[in-house]
């Protein structure tokens, strides 16, 4: 067999292994776990990338799926168990990322470009999970900037955001949670609330359902009574932005599939404002429409096959 031969089968099984790493990781993220066989599954699969990258001499590829690889052997022994609902948004990020950096990198391969060797940010990030896995504490990975202040709006102290503080800080004194309340006016006259802390992944919950029920309850509390209502946005530790772009990068990937397919395919139970991510990101997406069936709280949102739609 020449060095074409192996060349070409790496391309193939390498590009047959992705198509399955994204499917499950694509079907997980809508259950926000990894069952015991998608874990097997993704060790295995990245145990024999790893292993067939290092034949062909890909270094920086061999590495990352080596990475991949010890991560999921920690979750194989301790079962999903031992990864924290707060990490598990950042635990579909790393397996996405790694969809679409390996698919790259296989374009290169098949192009003979050179590969990317700069890959410590996002080694740094599957280490940052690991020793949190682990019950570690993980080392500092480059993080994106953190918004500052003037890109929330101003900081806001008039009696709608005192009677918000007040609320909130007595809710959180009660949770015994140790976090800081700051409250701003955006664009729109919605006030917008920021939990600063550290380890507020209590205060997210499960997919944000405790944020959402914070959130609701601190509505309920400053308009009761009021003729006119104020809009609250509740956020913590950068949540809703991680969660709105999970959700768009969700809704594109299921929305490819749709059009591959010409199948529809109904997405997990969302609240409104989650629906509202996915229709808003496919509102101009060719081929695919959007709605939303069934009652609150297991209302869906549908991606339909729709050939028409320029």
């Not at 391309?11 to 874990?39: G, H, P, R």
């Not at 682990?134 to 709006?153: M, T, V």
Request: proline share 4%; aromatic share 6%; with cysteine.
């Amino acid at each position: 067999m020449s060095s074409n031969d192996i060349l070409d089968m790496y391309i193939y099984e390498t590009n047959s292994l992705l198509e399955q790493l994204e499917t499950i990781v694509l079907d997980a993220e809508k259950e926000n776990t990894f069952s015991q066989d998608n874990v097997n599954e993704i060790f295995r699969i990245m145990h024999t990338i790893k292993g067939s990258s290092a034949m062909m001499e890909f270094d920086t590829l061999a590495t990352v799926s080596h990475r991949i690889e010890d991560m999921f052997f920690l979750i194989r022994e301790g079962t999903m168990s031992v990864v924290k609902d707060a990490d598990r948004p950042a635990l579909f990020d790393v397996m996405l990322h790694a969809v679409d950096y390996f698919r790259e990198e296989m374009e290169k391969v098949e192009a003979e470009e050179p590969l990317n060797k700069d890959v410590d940010s996002f080694l740094a990030n599957i280490n940052s999970l690991i020793a949190k896995i682990k019950g570690e504490e993980p080392e500092e990975a480059p993080a994106a900037p953190r918004p500052r202040p003037e890109d929330l709006g101003e900081l806001c102290t008039d009696e709608k955001a005192q009677q918000i503080t007040a609320f909130l800080t007595g809710l959180l004194e009660h949770m015994e949670c140790r976090a800081q309340v700051k409250v701003y006016m955006d664009a729109e006259g919605r006030y917008k609330v920021i939990l600063e802390g550290e380890k507020l992944g209590a205060l997210i919950g499960r997919r944000g359902e405790t944020l959402d029920a914070i959130q609701q309850l601190t509505s309920y509390t400053v308009n009761r009574g009021q003729s006119k209502r104020v809009r609250i946005h509740v956020d913590a530790e950068g949540y809703r932005a991680k969660r709105e772009e999970s959700l768009q990068r969700l809704a594109v990937k299921v929305a490819g599939k749709v059009v591959k397919y010409r199948k529809n395919m109904t997405l997990e139970p969302m609240n409104a404002y989650e629906r509202h991510v996915i229709h808003t990101a496919l509102q101009d997406y060719p081929g695919v429409s959007t709605f939303s069936t069934g009652t609150e709280p297991n209302r869906r949102t549908v991606v339909a096959y729709d050939p028409g739609k320029k």
